[in-house]
């Protein structure tokens, strides 16, 4: 871990976070608490780790990514 208020530590999290409300969380309204669960697992499990493009992968989502990388070996 880094000094206290350096920002890397949680970065990665932080964007992610970052993208699940702004792209799902503050455009729904949720009726009921199942309802969030489920929408919020298919958005990371269908969307964001299958289609959307991540910049730190080369523009690729983590799924291209990983099978592009496990292809090379």
């Known amino acids: 871990m880094s000094k ?3 920002c890397w530590d949680n970065a990665v999290a932080e964007s992610f976070f970052h993208a699940l409300k702004v792209e799902l969380i503050h455009r729904m309204k949720f009726k009921t608490r199942e309802e ?6 298919e958005y990371v499990e269908m969307y964001y780790n299958r289609k959307r493009a991540h910049s ?3 523009f690729l989502s ?11 070996y």
């Not at 969030?36 to 697992?41: T, V």
């Not at 799924?63 to 090379?72: A, G, I, Q, R, S």
């Open 36 to 41: 969030a669960k489920i929408k919020i697992f």
């Open 56 to 58: 730190t992968l080369g």
């Open 4 to 6: 206290k208020g350096d």
């Open 62 to 72: 983590p799924f291209d990514y990983e099978n592009v990388l496990y292809n090379l």
